[in-house]
């Protein structure tokens, strides 16, 4: 029995393809197919039925399907039918007479040449037909050849789009798409038990019944043996987008216009490649992060992802106030002064002093003018109509630029903490995390040797470190082990407290010191003391925690990195704070007839500068110096550990003295950016060379986070209340800077509102919104309370979340419970019908043995 495939073109389709994506369509159809090979299967069985008893099974013809299966009944097909799957019960005879019939509709007629008009060698050999063919094969293979012709006749569009949308194997859609394009002439002859048949030969347009022309003898191609379908050598690919099958004659006049569009298209296509490879590679220290990835683990390269995240907020801060503020300033230079202006010496690269006074690095430098002033009224009426209405206020522009800038940080700074919050605390479980780094972690795409040895080394370091996180849970200590640990504890935070008092008190009594004896101008290397001894003791006393955190002995590197970031941020902040009350409260008073802006500013300079030399002097003494005695004089092969929590403290250090300086280095985050490109170079040369591997791996899965957030509450909110205080409540000095003439530097805006109330008209609202979105501290508040709505409603949302999570976990878990409960009970229903059945055949037995029983 076999069934005869014939689905006829629908009319419908003329308007609109259905896709076998579309399950209702498809379905419909699918019902339809399977509703007439039903009937036919019915007529074909009662004719059997009917027919002589001696018919031997050999003139029967085979059902479709694999392996000669037995042809499904008929309630089998409708129960198929009403399955929704898309292709389960279609043979590949249908869904090839239905694609065939589908690409009719984009066939374009063409003359094909007639098999007389062909040569000898290009007609096939009657010896390579099998005479014993399967007709429901031959029609099946018909078919094919059909659809084969059709798609030959569309264009690579067209066809690739046709392709993706056969519900067929990958293996025939390859087989498929390796249908030649060119005017090379293809030869098919039959092979295997399905008996192919001849489609001829082509030599330009769709695959035609007639061979090539004379001349172009083509060679016989034989497909492969897991394929069922005609497949040639592979050649180059034409584009053919947009052209009919009957452009031969064109690219036989215009040969040259051709090669040159294609030659044009590769040109742009190697150079679109070429630029996205460019910018691929912009991505500052892609390599040397996997690198470093790969063989420190991510607990190392957490400090350097950290240090690529403060070189983007500085040039994030440095543009606007380029653009705005020194750009302007450059482009329209304040008078210069009465006095001589100092010649370079060099020691301003440490100081900060002499020349550099007189640029545009410091506050002081910037004019209180107005650029473009539109009109000066003599008797203090309005502007006329004609002058322009809103002119450049240094003054305004210097505020309102930093102002911004610090919004904008801010912005990007809380969006970024969101976001690795998001990343790090994921909702969902951490089970089956090994099998998934072991199974799923490897790309494929990998073919280059270095980048698969770096993809290697990265996934071994990362179950390392899974497991290493996987044994710390394994093993709580004994309640008398976590008492002496609580004790330990207990000493070392009370000895490193006493520590940051002492260094505390050191800074307030050198800095009262200082005051007390002013340096003369002649003696500008004397500035460098406070700063000196600022640096030396941010970088000897995380020395001090380190040795007691010895007498610790955490159970967990991640809990040991945390305490040391705690009691290294304790050390800098408090020290940052006794800096920031000697400028403000002490040098302000001390400087009232200077500038005392500048001294500020110089301050910071000083110390982002002497704090990059004392990091090079750790890197070389630290790492560099103990690598050598450890491995000449001590015989040991050990090198020692980066140490994380000391250089993450050193990165948030010197961007807080950054954010305290923009305001009165405008140019300081230039500085900054410089300093990081250094210290990533000089850290990663020296974590390459002299540093190993941390002995203990961990998985510094929420490392980032906590940067981040470090970053954000104790280092630039600390900041923001300094800049807010300078801004509102300090007085400017009268001799220098933007902001002289005014009583604190937010009376900038203030007058800037009542000179745009003379300028006219045209420009009344802008007052209007000073006064009430600015002046006004109601919008202040409702943003606030817009803000805190938002951050409850992203908690209450992941709460909700996870409340979900554990709903569909529990539920899984009571499915399969029930599954095995339902699986036993029909065991159990099995078992006794087994036994009843048993039972029944044995007494059946006994009454046959015993008739006379009963």
Same mark, same amino acid.
């Given at each position: ?27 419909? %159809? ?40 037995? !042809? ?12 929704? %799957? ?46 014993? @063919? ?11 050849? =059909? ?16 392709? +993706? ?25 039959? @092979? ?44 180059? %690919? ?50 040397? =992060? ?45 008078? !210069? ?73 801010? *912005? ?40 698969? +040895? ?18 710390? +849970?394994?093993?709580?200590?004994? !309640? ?48 460098? !003391?406070?700063?000196?001894? *600022? ?34 941020? &304790? ?14 409260? +002490? ?40 690598? =050598? &005695? ?32 923009? @305001?009165?280095?405008? @140019? ?94 045209? *420009? ?33 949302? *992941? ?56």
């Amino acid at each position: 029995m076999a069934f005869v495939l014939n689905v006829p073109e629908i009319s419908e389709d003329h308007d609109r393809e259905p896709s076998p994506y579309d399950e209702n369509e498809v379905h419909d %159809s699918f019902h339809q197919l399977i509703q007439e090979q039903s009937q036919w299967a019915e007529l074909q069985l009662r004719e059997l039925g009917a027919g002589a008893p001696g018919t031997s099974d050999r003139g029967r013809q085979a059902p479709l399907g694999p392996e000669d299966a037995a !042809a499904p009944s008929t309630a089998t097909l409708r129960i198929l039918a009403s399955m929704p %799957s898309r292709t389960i019960g279609r043979s590949r005879g249908a869904i090839i007479s239905q694609y065939y019939n589908r690409t009719v509709q984009l066939r374009r007629r063409v003359t094909r040449p007639q098999l007389g008009g062909a040569g000898r060698s290009a007609r096939p050999s009657l010896r390579l037909y099998d005479l014993e @063919l399967d007709p429901a094969a031959l029609e099946e293979e018909e078919k094919r050849s =059909l659809l084969v012709k059709e798609l030959q006749g569309l264009t690579v569009a067209q066809r690739d789009h046709m392709l +993706r949308r056969m519900p067929l194997g990958l293996a025939e859609k390859r087989c498929l798409r390796s249908v030649p394009l060119g005017p090379r002439c293809l030869h098919t002859h039959s @092979l295997g038990p399905a008996g192919w048949g001849q489609l001829g030969g082509r030599c330009e347009g769709p695959l035609a019944a007639g061979g090539c022309p004379e001349g172009d003898g083509g060679d016989w191609v034989h497909p492969p043996s897991n394929c069922d379908v005609v497949s040639a050598p592979r050649e180059e %690919s034409r584009t053919l987008t947009g052209k009919h099958r009957g452009g031969r004659g064109q690219r036989g006049l215009f040969p040259c216009c051709g090669q040159l569009r294609d030659t044009c298209v590769l040109v742009l296509h190697s150079l679109g490649l070429g630029l996205l490879a460019g910018l691929h590679r912009l991505m500052p220290w892609h390599y040397a =992060l996997k690198r470093i990835g790969g063989q420190f683990g991510s607990s190392v390269l957490s400090y350097f992802l950290f240090l690529k995240t403060l070189l983007a907020f500085n040039a994030l801060l440095l543009l606007p106030v380029l653009a705005f503020v020194v750009g302007v300033q450059a482009a329209f230079p304040p008078p !210069a002064s009465l006095g001589s202006v100092p010649a370079f010496t060099g020691l301003e690269l440490l100081t900060g002093g002499g020349r550099f006074t007189h640029s545009v690095l410091y506050y002081g430098y910037y004019s209180n003018s107005t650029l473009n002033q539109p009109c000066a009224p003599p008797d203090g009426g309005q502007c006329g109509p004609e002058s322009p209405s809103l002119p450049y206020n240094m003054p305004l522009a210097y505020l309102l630029t930093v102002g911004v800038a610090f919004f904008v940080t801010c *912005v990007t700074l809380v969006y970024s903490m969101s976001r690795s919050f998001g990343e790090s605390y994921r909702v969902g479980s951490a089970s089956g995390v090994h099998a998934v780094t072991v199974f799923c972690t490897w790309d494929h795409k990998v073919t280059q040797k270095r980048a698969s +040895r770096l993809q290697h080394d990265h996934i071994r370091t990362h179950l390392k470190e899974l497991l290493a996180e996987w044994q710390l +849970r394994q093993g709580p200590r004994s !309640a008398c082990g976590r008492l002496r640990q609580v004790a330990a504890l207990g000493l070392v935070w009370l000895l490193c407290l006493a520590t940051t008092l002492g260094c505390t008190v050191a800074v307030y009594a050198f800095s009262e010191l200082m005051i007390k004896s002013p340096v003369s101008a002649d003696q500008e290397g004397a500035l460098l !003391a406070l700063p000196a001894v *600022v640096c030396l003791l941010n970088l000897g006393a995380p020395y001090l925690y380190r040795c007691l955190a010895t007498l610790e002995h955490h159970d967990s590197p991640v809990l040991e990195v945390y305490v040391a970031v705690c009691r290294n941020l &304790i050390l800098k902040m408090v020290i940052l704070g006794v800096l920031c009350y000697h400028w403000l409260g +002490r040098r302000v008073g001390a400087l009232r007839d200077q500038c005392w802006e500048n001294f500020v500013g110089q301050e910071l300079y000083r110390l982002t500068v002497l704090d990059f030399i004392f990091v090079l002097l750790d890197t070389l003494f630290g790492e560099l110096v103990w690598r =050598l &005695i450890s491995e000449r004089k001590l015989k040991r092969r050990e090198k020692p550990e980066f140490d994380i929590a000391g250089n993450v403290l050193e990165l948030i250090y010197g961007q807080t003295l950054t954010w305290l300086g923009v @305001l009165f280095a405008p @140019l300081l985050p230039a500085i900054q950016i410089i300093k990081l490109l250094l210290v990533f170079y000089v850290k990663k040369a020296s974590l390459m060379a002299n540093c190993q591997a941390p002995r203990r791996p961990w998985l510094a899965s929420h490392m980032s986070t906590v940067f981040i957030s470090l970053l954000c509450f104790p280092s630039f909110l600390g900041a923001a209340v300094f800049l807010c205080y300078a801004v509102w409540q300090v007085k400017p000095s009268s001799t220098c800077g933007p902001f002289r003439t005014l009583d604190t530097m937010y009376e900038a805006g203030k007058v800037w509102v009542r000179r745009l109330e003379k300028a006219g008209p045209s *420009v009344s609202w802008l007052p209007w919104v000073h006064r009430y979105l600015v002046e006004n501290t109601f919008p202040v508040y409702l943003v606030s309370a817009l803000l805190l709505a938002v951050i409850y409603l992203n908690i209450q949302v *992941v709460k909700g979340q996870r409340k979900v999570i554990c709903l569909l976990r529990e539920q899984i878990s009571n499915e399969g419970e029930d599954k095995v409960f339902l699986i036993n009970k029909l065991h159990s229903v099995y078992e006794r019908k087994e036994r009843s059945r048993v039972g029944r055949t044995q007494e059946a037995e006994r009454l046959g043995d015993h008739p006379g029983a009963c």
